[in-house]
């Protein structure tokens, strides 16, 4: 039983992980209709901006503020410049060919950057401890991690729900047109919804790196891990990522605790059975 | 008249031709001669993996090799030395790939390198039947010293086995009766495996569970931390290397296990190249290994200074490799003269290489072709505020046995 909770623990811990990650690229999914293949690399940036500003000022807060503003600000960049022209879900293909392009040219630079070797980056030292759960000392940060998400979850539930802006995301979700011709610069929403997708993946860079570590490679792993919660969730809604990063979430910690040697296929397993019984997901919008 | 007068020339015009032809005939065999021996430089393709978590090993053998060959020149054999290195990504199609392009396009006389076991027994078959040299820097996957013995792959580095199982013996007599395994889910891993429960359980232990984690990257580690705590085994015996064993040592510490639960290991997990990453989590572990360090003879102490100097970073088992690869090579090249032109030439040149190496003396075993070498029980300890592994104990020379009767 005690083992269970452990376990239980690590699994929340890892959702929440998976939900940081997965928050950003649901928006850009369901908000603009845009299939962003370089998530994965906007979370590896992200990190390795944290480790260098780590290293720099000696600091975990200050990149945790610092690495997805300068994120947020490159992907606004490649949004105005490059994705702006292929909006449209007749443009999927090209979205798909310039993301994975962009993928793959952030993957090189950052190895030139920062090397080939896998990077470990501390906690920052106020959640360096440990706590005592049962006979294990469960380190502080892993939990820390766990209260981080949902308040994440909460201040997107806020700010979806309950602000205008949030009300003119879920218009632009259902017809972009129709908010368009009600005068809102709907190019803006979509850039800023950008903006702060890229800038969801490079916060989870920066806390996911005590946990997962550094290391050229994990861009396209994390990338994988995120679009099978995305699917399994649903895409477009906050609720399909936060329960889609809670159920693949558990199925890996507990697929690594009960069977180790199957525990990268297990996950799949799951979300093609989640397919099966739904297909647009767990609290996926219809049609998706 | 005309006729007689173009004839003769005719003749004439065929004999200087036909003597041209003969004096050419005549010396292409004298210059095709010169071509292949002691002209153009040694082609040595290097396949090491340069990405991802064994990164850190390519580099340091690579590091190493070109230190030796500086040393003497860059020449062997009377011949110029150069290096062609390609990555390896630990993956085995991509190695496949780049083997045969640095075979079969870059023309190579001979290959070094190969970290990952896993890519090693992928890449058997291909040097047999290419009949191809391949001096084996690091992958120690038993077979190819073994059942997959073939006359084309030699190592300079060890078996799976032999780091392994001499230090079974010593932790069940040293630290405990039950020990829980946890490896990487690959050939290196299994190895580990039966060569430690082997020597363990004849000693009087007990192996009461096994965790063989995804490879080569395990994710998260917390789930299979928590497997090994809730199993409350007298030891955790394991095996990682590279950028996994940064994973695995430093997780294991923050979950408390550190301290509480005795680590052991082949020596790899606590290298000098992780160590520093590892950090307090690392002190204490044993581990058994064919170098160290700290290990006090001559030529260590050169090496390992030079080696510094050279890279910024303290020598590790994988640069030793490296060195003592380019070493052999250099050697095997002097005994044939730096005739690559006839493989078994050089195969046969092989066996007969020993020198004083910074492990010590070097014997190639001509049976399993990989060396005879001493064990070190080695561990954790802080050093002039360093981590460093310290021998403790010499676990005494240790040969493959060449088959699987010992694990």
Redesign the interface.
Known sequence: M??FI??FL??L??SMLLFVMAAGLSLIFGQMNVINLSHGAFYLLGGYIGLSMVRQFENFWLSLFLAPLLVAGLGLLIEYFLLRRMYGAHRHLDQVLLTFGLALIAADLI?WNW??????VDPPPQLAG?VAVF?????LY?LSLIGFGLLLALALWLLIGRTRLGAIIRAGVSDAQMVSGLGINIQLVFAGVFALGTALAALAGVIGAP???L????DF?ILILTLVVVVVGGLGTLKGAFLGSLLIGMA???G??LW??F??FFIFAVMAVILLIRPSGLAGLKGT | MSQKSSSQLTRRQFLKVAGVTAAGLAATPLLSACRSVASGPVKIGVLLP????Y??LGESITDAMRMYFEEVGNEAGGRQIELITEDTEITPDVAQQKARKLVEQDEVDLVAGVVSSGVLMALRDYFDSSKKLLICANAGANPISRSLKTPYIWRTSFTNWQPNWPVGTWAAENVGKRAYISVP?YAAGENTITAFTNSFEAAGGEVIGV????FP????P???I??L??AAPDLVYAFYS???A??FV?AYG???LAGKIPLMSSGFMVEEDVLP?EGEAALGVFSGLHWALLLDNPENKAFTAAYKERTGRDANVFAVQGYDTARVIVEMLNRVEGDTSDVQKMIDALPGISFDSPRGPFKMDAKTQNPSQHIYLREVQEVDGELHNVVIEDLGEITDPGDDSLG
Do not use: C, H, W
């Not at chain 1, 090397?115 to 470990?120: H, I, P």
């Not at chain 1, 290391?215 to 994990?218: E, F, H, K, V």
């Not at chain 2, 340069?50 to 978590?53: E, G, K, R």
């Open positions: 005690e083992t452990i376990q690590n699994g811990v890892f190895r090397g080939a070797y896998v990077e470990s440990q006979d294990i000392q469960f380190p892993r946990v997962l570590n290391y050229p490679g994990l792993e890996d910690t507990f690594k605790a180790p040697q525990a990268l | 340069y990405s991802d978590i990164a850190v889910d965790q063989r984690t995804p990257n395990m994710g998260d917390a789930p299979f928590a497997e705590a809730d590279g950028g996994a940064v994973t430093k923050e979950f408390g990453a």
